[in-house]
């Protein structure tokens, strides 16, 4: 009764999880790099309504707005390339973006100066609600947190909430600590009820599902500053992210003296040449600041056990 072609099959490794791959070295990685000229870019945002990428980022400069491409979340399908436009220029070869040099011997003096942090007690179950967004290690996190607290002898349990497997997509995950597990009697963290927000991504925290986890007075808050775009910007080239709006919002339901604001892109980006170690980043920064029940030998055994990047990590 069906004239022609009525179910069309596309088979292709979703993108995401050919960057785990091509990481892991299971896959090839292509080794051609795409750049912007940002002083030839018009910014009309072409390139972004013919790739529908994410990737593809704006860059807010002294001239306006133009266009930059994320190198840590490139999937280097190129599509980006087919707009019309000669602002992009492409390097080919071993090209991989640059990272500060650090002095070892400085860097182990600065970290064997820090002062061990006093870990939060665990008379009720400590709750984390982790919130970033796809393909930037928000599992991977909750994951090692769990492992850290399995280590050290602690119940705990990990819920994830990846929704939509896209990239840029909104991820929480809900980390529960305890001594015993008879006290965790639900892996969900209540309303109201979490110790630590870790905001992975400005955004996803301030929206209203992980705002409804702050207690006022009882939250601690600690947000990574920089603003991923939405893929409304890939739709709408002037979009606004309302930066000031997001971190008010977070600041008002925690309270200012419990919430602290790091621009961990930036920093982690600047160390280690790739804005995947933000994430990582983070948690040290949170550890650091006794703000999660884990010891820092628990956390980086569990690191070694996960067995993926370690070093960097």
Request: charged share 20%; glycine share 10%.
């Given at each position: 009764e069906?004239?022609?072609?009525?179910?069309?099959?596309?088979?292709?490794?979703?993108?995401?999880?050919?960057?785990?791959?091509?990481?892991?070295?299971?896959?090839?990685?292509?080794?051609?790099?795409?750049?912007?000229?940002?002083?030839?870019?018009?910014?009309?945002?072409?390139?972004?309504?013919?790739?529908?990428?994410?990737?593809?980022?704006?860059?807010?400069?002294?001239?306006?707005?133009?266009?930059?491409?994320?190198?840590?979340?490139?999937?280097?399908?190129?599509?980006?390339?087919?707009?019309?436009?000669?602002?992009?220029?492409?390097?080919?070869?071993?090209?991989?973006?640059?990272?500060?040099?650090?002095?070892?011997?400085?860097?182990?003096?600065?970290?064997?100066?820090?002062?061990?942090?006093?870990l939060?007690?665990?008379?009720?179950?400590?709750?984390?609600?982790?919130?970033?967004?796809?393909?930037?290690?928000?599992?991977?996190?909750?994951?090692?947190?769990?492992?850290?607290?399995?280590?050290?002898?602690?119940?705990?349990?990990?819920?994830?909430?990846?929704?939509?497997?896209?990239?840029?997509?909104?991820?929480v995950?809900?980390?529960?600590?305890?001594?015993?597990?008879?006290?965790?009697?639900?892996?969900?963290?209540?309303d109201?009820?979490?110790?630590?927000?870790?905001?992975?991504?400005?955004?996803?925290?301030?929206?209203?599902?992980?705002?409804?986890?702050?207690?006022?007075?009882?939250?601690?808050?600690?947000?990574?500053?920089?603003?991923?775009?939405?893929?409304?910007?890939?739709?709408?080239?002037?979009?606004?992210?309302?930066?000031?709006?997001?971190?008010?919002?977070?600041?008002?339901?925690?309270?200012d003296?419990?919430?602290?604001?790091?621009?961990?892109?930036?920093?982690?980006?600047?160390?280690?040449?790739?804005?995947?170690?933000?994430?990582?980043?983070?948690?040290?920064?949170?550890?650091?600041?006794?703000?999660?029940?884990v010891?820092?030998?628990?956390f980086e055994?569990?690191?070694?056990?996960?067995?993926?990047a370690?070093?960097?990590?």
């Open positions: 069906i004239f022609g072609v009525a179910v069309l099959i596309y088979d292709q490794t979703c993108a995401a999880e050919l960057r785990r791959r091509r990481k892991r070295g299971i896959e090839v990685d292509p080794t051609t790099r795409v750049f912007i000229n940002e002083a030839v870019c018009e910014g009309c945002g072409d390139c972004s309504d013919k790739s529908n990428c994410v990737s593809v980022e704006p860059a807010e400069t002294e001239f306006g707005r133009k266009r930059k491409i994320n190198q840590s979340s490139c999937n280097k399908d190129y599509s980006c390339l087919e707009g019309f436009c000669p602002s992009f220029v492409t390097v080919q070869g071993s090209a991989t973006p640059r990272r500060a040099h650090l002095d070892p011997a400085i860097l182990d003096g600065l970290v064997g100066n820090l002062p061990a942090p006093e939060p007690a665990l008379d009720v179950p400590y709750n984390v609600l982790i919130a970033g967004i796809g393909g930037t290690g928000v599992v991977t996190i909750g994951a090692l947190i769990g492992m850290a607290a399995h280590i050290e002898g602690h119940s705990v349990s990990v819920l994830d909430q990846v929704g939509l497997a896209q990239k840029n997509g909104a991820v995950s809900h980390v529960r600590v305890a001594r015993e597990r008879d006290d965790i009697y639900a892996s969900r963290i209540a109201s009820r979490a110790n630590l927000l870790l905001g992975c991504d400005a955004i996803v925290a301030g929206g209203m599902e992980s705002r409804r986890k702050i207690g006022g007075g009882v939250t601690r808050a600690v947000v990574n500053a920089h603003m991923a775009p939405t893929g409304a910007f890939t739709l709408d080239a002037d979009a606004t992210f309302f930066e000031s709006e997001i971190l008010d919002s977070i600041r008002a339901s925690a309270g003296n419990l919430t602290e604001f790091v621009d961990a892109t930036k920093i982690a980006t600047a160390l280690m040449g790739d804005a995947i170690s933000t994430n990582l980043f983070l948690v040290g920064y949170a550890i650091q600041r006794g703000l999660i029940p010891s820092l030998e628990a055994r569990a690191i070694e056990l996960n067995g993926v370690v070093e960097a990590n």
